[in-house]
Each structure stands twice: as C-alpha cells, then as structure tokens.
C-alpha cells in the first residue's frame, strides 16, 4: 500500500540534484539541502503568508478574494488544498499580472486623447 501511495515524483525542488546522501560534500551542497527542505516542508506555508502579505499591502476587492480563498484554503484537509493549489496559483499569477498592467497603465502612443489632442 506504500509503495502504490507513494510512487509518484517528489514535488519539484530548487535543487534537485542535491539529496541527503551528497550533503556533506561541501558548504554550497548543505545550503541547498537545507534550502530543499525548507521548500518542501514550508512551500505551502510560505506561499500562504505572502498571499496574506500582498492582500494587506493592496486593500482592495482582489484582495478580500485574496483574503477568502485564503481562509477557504486554510479550512480544508491538506490532500483537497493539493488538488485546487494549481488553481489557486495560477489566479494569483493572473492578478499579478493584472495589477502590474494596471500600475503601468496603457502604452502612451496608444491613449485617446479625442478630437481636438491629435
């Protein structure tokens, strides 16, 4: 039951040339070690306090949704999180994406100024 549970891939890693067994070869070795356990046991928490962080810093309608998907995320069993995480990062991508659009705002070439500014 093991071994049909546990078959597929480790998640994906920073450094995944680096294992237990070369650790010791050398400082830059432990560090990443060290650096993929840190992802693979925090990853999700980290992930976590940064949506709480930017939905903070934003104070808007984003981030209240930002805000309930977080809680949402934070209700449900770890194994039910691991099936919508992929969702959940992709819309954090996009509004990303959105509010540094919207930041920038649109190519000044582009911009209607109307009849009489042409």
């Known amino acids: 039951m093991y071994a049909v549970r546990y078959k597929n891939a480790l998640p994906i890693l920073p450094f ?3 294992d237990c067994t070369n650790a010791d070869k050398g400082t830059i070795y432990f560090i990443k070690f060290y650096a993929n356990f840190i992802v693979y ?4 928490e980290m992930y976590m ?3 709480l962080l930017s939905a903070v810093v934003a104070s808007n309608i984003i981030s209240l949704l930002s805000v ?3 809680v ?6 770890r194994w039910r999180v691991r099936r919508i995480f992929l969702i959940f990062v992709c819309y954090h991508l996009f509004v990303l994406f959105y509010s540094l659009l919207a930041y ?6 582009k911009c209607y100024y109307g ?4």
């Open 72 to 77: 949402i995320c934070l209700l449900m069993d």
């Open 41 to 44: 046991k925090f990853g999700y």
């Open 49 to 51: 306090i940064f949506v």
């Open 16 to 18: 995944p040339d680096v």
């Open 68 to 70: 309930i998907s977080l």
């Open 115 to 118: 009849k009489d500014r042409l």
């Open 104 to 109: 920038i705002g649109p190519v000044p070439g």
